[in-house]
């Protein structure tokens, strides 16, 4: 079986300039997705999909190649990551490769490790699935949240009012880091429209941390070195 890392990493970034190379404790956060990826011994080749030459040069100092640059289909604001995705094993088959499998990775998980990867990818091939998420349960019940209408608070699931939390069925996220196909299903789903058999792969709360402002950015260096201290 032949497997392929794609690190998503366009070059546009509005809220964080330079999102995808900006450093983050001590070096380019894309760098961590690059190395955990190399260091994990999973994959015949770690690439990085992105229309920025700059990101590109970063991505091959590290270990990353970049065999291609993305179109300018797939770097506008509108285009997901499967269309990216899609867009990269598509590219490769033209050129003579295929890949049995893919893991995309992406460039803003410095909380991704070669061990992560690892365990992941085996929990993959026991399920037996077409895809694998990672996911981290919810902290507090979803089910007690509240919505607010006309400047006051509802329950959004009034049914739920006086249930105990510990009563309440668990409900994940996605933890928005990396994800791991068969590239045959992933195909199909993108052509056919089939849906694919997803499996989860449960993480720990302290691993995750979207970043998507200035402050979760900050907060994320603060629960890195929190964890690298230990």
Not at 20 to 40: H, T, V, W
Not at 172 to 179: E, I, K, L, M, N
Request: aromatic fraction near 12%; hydrophobic fraction near 35%; glycine fraction near 6%.
């Amino acid at each position: 079986m032949s497997m392929v890392a794609i690190i998503t990493a366009r070059g546009g970034s509005k809220r964080i300039p330079k999102k995808n190379i900006k450093d983050f404790c001590g070096k380019p956060i894309i760098a961590y997705s690059i190395e955990a990826a190399l260091g994990s011994g999973l994959f015949d080749e770690v690439m990085v999909s992105t229309d920025s030459k700059e990101i590109a040069d970063v991505a091959v100092k590290y270990g990353a190649v970049v065999p291609f640059m993305r179109s300018e289909k797939t770097s506008d604001d509108f285009s997901g990551t499967a269309d990216v995705l899609f867009e990269v094993i598509t590219e490769y088959e033209k050129r003579g490769r295929h890949f049995d499998e893919m893991c995309c990775i992406y460039p803003t998980a410095p909380f991704v490790t070669s061990e992560r990867l690892s365990e992941a990818y085996h929990s993959f091939k026991a399920s037996g699935a077409d895809i694998l998420t990672p996911v981290v349960r919810f902290s507090y019940p979803p089910q007690r949240g509240f919505i607010m209408r006309d400047g006051l608070l509802e329950y959004n699931q009034p049914e739920y009012i006086n249930s105990r939390s510990q009563d309440l069925e668990p409900i994940y996220h996605d933890v928005g880091q990396f994800y791991f196909y068969d590239t045959a299903k992933f195909e199909q789903a993108m052509t056919k429209g089939t849906q694919l058999r997803t499996a989860a792969f449960q993480m720990d709360e302290i691993e995750v941390q979207d970043i998507d402002n200035p402050s979760d950015w900050e907060l994320a260096e603060l629960k890195y070195r929190m964890i690298h201290k230990k």
